[in-house]
């Protein structure tokens, strides 16, 4: 079956003047600390052809509206400051590709790792990577600010790419509005993250290219109903659904374009989120109704939405159903090493066992997750693209998928240090008749 691809999600935000997307995206990438204070800069071309750009010289994590620098068609600039030292090479972009109007450079820690080591992150470790990315560039060294550099740059992007790493310097993405762009580079970097985690536990596994066709056979074609005006539960289910996701974001346990969450609304429907939305802007009106497997009219749940059809039919106490992608925890995911929950006594009272699936059980064989997932089992690795966590509630689903990351993290350090040590089973004994697990 076709999946169904909504149009563009970002129209909420085509009325936004260009400083305003400026000013937004770039407090975004400095709060999840993807730049610096003096690092990165941002522009978009308006419908003049004019170029709107992030200053010189002005703190990255304060900007507002009025800093933002206009560089008229004629080349001479209007404002407060003065443009960025780097505004060369994003006029060469604009020149070498018409068909672009914004453009992003950052040095987040990881990517510039890459581009100190000479190499571009793999594009095969996680499905939606390649989709979003498509293909990345990799451009010698030049002087910042420098005709040079932007030449390079330029040539590239006329090639083709949409997203480059420069030699030694920091990432460029580029496309038709700033919210891709963005896009873009928060995918590439999260990969990039990954990737060098992975490097702890002896690298990673990439997805064949048999298992991208079946992963892309996914689809969210379910049929249409007409909803009613939603009553206060379903109201506040949308209001906690939204919070807990934007909450996930803010502490990078999902990105803009990954990530699902559910939650049953009674024995016949249920709520999830939308597909093509990115999860930092979500509001209640996003959040998609599916009742008796018909979905709201108008609105496009999660690829995951026959998944989640399926196992609160299986599982009567579940009641809540996230898919996420946290950074620590998709480092054993994508190395196909177990992530053991024996060590400390939270981790294992909470998460239990965590078994690894393959990635085609997601298209092709739901029953076997289905069957896998229970109460004593709550949580399975989808190997490459995820980890499904299962709770009574939301919040109980949401603090199971923190303590894994945590957990995660932990284990990445103990291997650092030399030595992982688990519980052994007579204390995991202990623990299951002490708090009586099922």
């Given at each position: 079956?076709?999946?169904?691809?909504?149009?563009?999600?970002?129209?909420?935000?085509?009325?936004?003047?260009?400083?305003?997307?400026?000013?937004?995206?770039?407090?975004?990438?400095?709060?999840?600390?993807?730049?610096?204070?003096?690092?990165?800069?941002?522009?978009?071309?308006?419908?003049?052809?004019?170029?709107?750009?992030?200053?010189?010289?002005?703190?990255?994590?304060?900007?507002?509206?009025?800093?933002?620098?206009?560089?008229?068609?004629?080349?001479?600039?209007?404002?407060e400051h003065r443009p960025s030292s780097e505004y060369p090479f994003h006029l060469a972009i604009y020149e070498?590709?018409?068909?672009?109007?914004?453009?992003?450079?950052?040095?987040?820690?990881?990517?510039?790792?890459?581009?100190?080591?000479?190499?571009?992150?793999?594009?095969?470790?996680?499905?939606?990577?390649?989709?979003?990315?498509?293909?990345?560039?990799?451009?010698?060294?030049g002087l910042p600010g420098s005709t040079d550099l932007g030449s390079k740059i330029a040539s590239s992007f006329?090639?083709?790419?949409?997203?480059?790493?420069?030699?030694?310097?920091?990432?460029?993405?580029?496309?038709?509005?700033?919210?891709?762009?963005?896009?873009?580079?928060?995918?590439?970097?999260?990969?990039?993250?990954?990737?060098?985690?992975?490097?702890?536990?002896?690298?990673?596994?990439?997805?064949?290219?048999?298992?991208?066709?079946?992963?892309?056979?996914?689809?969210?074609?379910?049929?249409?109903?007409?909803?009613?005006?939603?009553?206060?539960?379903?109201?506040?289910?949308?209001?906690?659904?939204?919070?807990?996701?934007?909450?996930?974001?803010?502490?990078?346990?999902?990105?803009?374009?990954?990530?699902?969450?559910?939650?049953?609304?009674?024995?016949?429907?249920?709520?999830?989120?939308?597909?093509?939305?990115?999860?930092?802007?979500?509001?209640?009106?996003?959040?998609?109704?599916?009742?008796?497997?018909?979905?709201?009219?108008?609105?496009?749940?999660?690829?995951?939405?026959?998944?989640?059809?399926?196992?609160?039919?299986?599982?009567?106490?579940?009641?809540?159903?996230?898919?996420?992608?946290?950074?620590?925890?998709?480092?054993?995911?994508?190395?196909?090493?177990?992530?053991?929950?024996?060590?400390?006594?939270?981790?294992?009272?909470?998460?239990?066992?965590?078994?690894?699936?393959?990635?085609?059980?997601?298209?092709?064989?739901?029953?076997?997750?289905?069957?896998?997932?229970?109460?004593?089992?709550?949580?399975?690795?989808?190997?490459?693209?995820?980890?499904?966590?299962?709770?009574?509630?939301?919040?109980?689903?949401?603090?199971?998928?923190?303590?894994?990351?945590?957990?995660?993290?932990?284990?990445?350090?103990?291997?650092?240090?030399?030595?992982?040590?688990?519980?052994?089973?007579?204390?995991?004994?202990?623990?299951?008749?002490?708090?009586?697990?099922?």
């Amino acid at each position: 079956m076709k999946e169904i691809k909504p149009e563009s999600r970002d129209q909420k935000f085509k009325y936004l003047h260009p400083a305003d997307q400026i000013v937004m995206i770039m407090e975004r990438i400095y709060r999840y600390e993807m730049t610096t204070t003096s690092g990165g800069n941002l522009s978009v071309r308006d419908e003049d052809g004019g170029i709107w750009i992030t200053p010189a010289g002005v703190d990255k994590g304060s900007l507002t509206r009025k800093d933002i620098v206009y560089i008229r068609k004629d080349g001479e600039h209007e404002g407060e400051h003065r443009p960025s030292s780097e505004y060369p090479f994003h006029l060469a972009i604009y020149e070498a590709r018409p068909d672009i109007d914004a453009v992003l450079h950052a040095h987040p820690p990881a990517l510039v790792s890459f581009s100190a080591a000479g190499k571009t992150p793999d594009l095969h470790m996680l499905p939606n990577t390649r989709h979003i990315c498509e293909a990345v560039d990799f451009v010698p060294y030049g002087l910042p600010g420098s005709t040079d550099l932007g030449s390079k740059i330029a040539s590239s992007f006329g090639a083709g790419f949409n997203t480059v790493l420069l030699e030694n310097h920091g990432v460029v993405t580029a496309s038709q509005n700033l919210f891709e762009a963005f896009k873009q580079f928060e995918t590439l970097d999260y990969s990039a993250r990954i990737q060098v985690k992975a490097q702890v536990l002896g690298g990673y596994k990439c997805i064949s290219a048999e298992q991208m066709t079946i992963y892309d056979q996914k689809c969210n074609d379910l049929p249409e109903f007409i909803s009613e005006a939603p009553v206060s539960k379903e109201k506040a289910i949308r209001r906690e659904m939204v919070h807990m996701m934007r909450r996930s974001y803010d502490q990078g346990l999902i990105t803009s374009t990954d990530g699902t969450f559910a939650v049953r609304l009674d024995k016949d429907s249920f709520l999830i989120s939308p597909y093509g939305y990115d999860r930092k802007y979500l509001c209640e009106a996003d959040i998609v109704l599916v009742k008796n497997g018909h979905r709201q009219a108008g609105k496009y749940p999660s690829r995951s939405s026959r998944l989640v059809l399926e196992l609160f039919q299986a599982h009567d106490e579940v009641n809540a159903f996230i898919l996420a992608h946290a950074p620590n925890v998709m480092a054993f995911n994508v190395s196909g090493k177990e992530l053991n929950s024996r060590i400390i006594p939270e981790a294992y009272i909470l998460l239990r066992d965590i078994t690894i699936l393959p990635i085609e059980s997601l298209t092709q064989d739901h029953l076997r997750i289905v069957n896998q997932l229970s109460a004593s089992q709550p949580l399975a690795m989808i190997q490459n693209n995820g980890i499904l966590v299962t709770g009574e509630n939301l919040l109980q689903a949401f603090d199971r998928l923190e303590v894994a990351e945590f957990t995660a993290k932990a284990i990445l350090g103990a291997h650092q240090l030399g030595c992982v040590k688990v519980m052994n089973d007579e204390v995991i004994e202990e623990l299951v008749t002490a708090f009586k697990l099922p």
